[in-house]
């Protein structure tokens, strides 16, 4: 396995010295976000995570290695590549082999960050349950990762196009504890709450990190939700943007766009409904994200 794994030498000097490492994805850098944006909020996201103690680990596929940890320049390449290959379990080996780029879904970095050693992953928000899954099987690679692989996400819950009732039973059938990070409710993305509620509530990093190491230590495999809601100032009103969310759902049904086309489509329709809101929205509960995973990455690294 060894001879497909590269580090960055920020992250090999910071597993040397034995510091918190956080995971990140690129996904959102090749398929979130437009150009130059997406390689602003990338270094900005690996800054927020310096800043509060720990190592952070942009992974991505480049040259036939799975990079753990980017250079500036390749975080270049990555955003502004057109053809990175949005590559998901199934995806892994092909790109690995065939030489491509490949941007990491959560259910990929996952993966590589558990053979890296990494416990902790920040993200923006999970996959999930979509829309009708019931008649078109379209269920996120996330959820099953999240059920197999041992890593914690911290995210701003799932994203808001999905049906966020299905993908907790659906975690909830799988195992996986789903924590709300100061917050009794389930988060959906774009706002502080949801109709659903977190399985428990944890108030601080410390606890969410004894949380994670019993479940590791009891040898109960598989990964944690950390549902960290996007901050007040930043939410967006659930009415507004369930609505906007429905109009574009409609769009990509007349259009016929389905499987994995489905999200970016819906984060685009999104961003063009709301005038630009969800993006900026997005952007801020990621920073979010990244400053409560690094200081429970932290925690957890003392413990």
């Known amino acids: 396995m060894k001879q ?3 580090y960055s030498e920020e992250v090999a000097k910071g597993m040397q010295e034995g ?3 956080v995971a990140l994805e690129s996904t959102i850098i090749s398929h979130g976000m437009p150009y130059p944006q997406n390689v602003e909020t990338a270094r900005k996201v690996e800054q927020i995570v310096r800043d509060n103690g720990a190592v952070p680990a ?49 259910a990929t970095t996952m993966i590589c960050a558990e053979m890296a050693g990494i416990k902790l992953f920040v993200t923006g928000g999970i996959g999930g349950v979509h829309r009708g899954a019931e008649t078109t099987m379209d269920i996120s690679a996330d959820l099953e990762e999240l059920a197999n692989t041992n890593v914690a996400v911290v995210c701003a819950g799932a994203k808001s196009i999905l049906d ?11 195992g996986v504890p789903v924590v709300g990070y100061q917050t009794d409710s389930f988060p959906a993305f774009y706002t502080t709450t949801s109709e659903f509620d977190a399985n428990f509530r944890l108030n601080n990093e410390k606890e969410v990190a004894e949380m ?68 900026e929205a997005n952007i801020e509960l990621v920073y979010n994200n990244a400053r409560v995973g690094s200081k429970i990455a932290v925690e957890l690294n003392n413990l």
């Open 4 to 6: 497909y794994i590269t």
């Open 19 to 21: 510091k918190a490492i």
């Open 58 to 106: 942009t992974i991505a596929i480049m040259d036939g290695k799975i990079k753990i940890g980017l250079s500036d320049e390749e975080l270049e390449t990555l955003g502004t590549s057109k053809n990175a290959r949005k590559t998901s379990r199934r995806d892994l080996a092909y790109v690995i082999s065939s030489k491509e780029i490949g941007a990491t879904t959560v």
């Open 164 to 174: 966020i009732g299905l993908t907790l039973e659906y975690l909830e059938t799988k």
């Open 212 to 279: 994670l190491k019993a479940k590791w230590d009891l040898e109960l495999n598989g990964g944690a939700v950390i549902a960290n809601p996007i901050p007040t100032e930043h939410s967006l009103e659930e009415s507004y943007i369930n609505t906007i969310i429905e109009s574009a759902l409609q769009e990509a049904e007349e259009n016929g766009i389905k499987g994995k086309d489905v999200t970016p489509f819906m984060l685009g329709k999104v961003k063009e409904l709301t005038e630009g809101k969800s993006l």
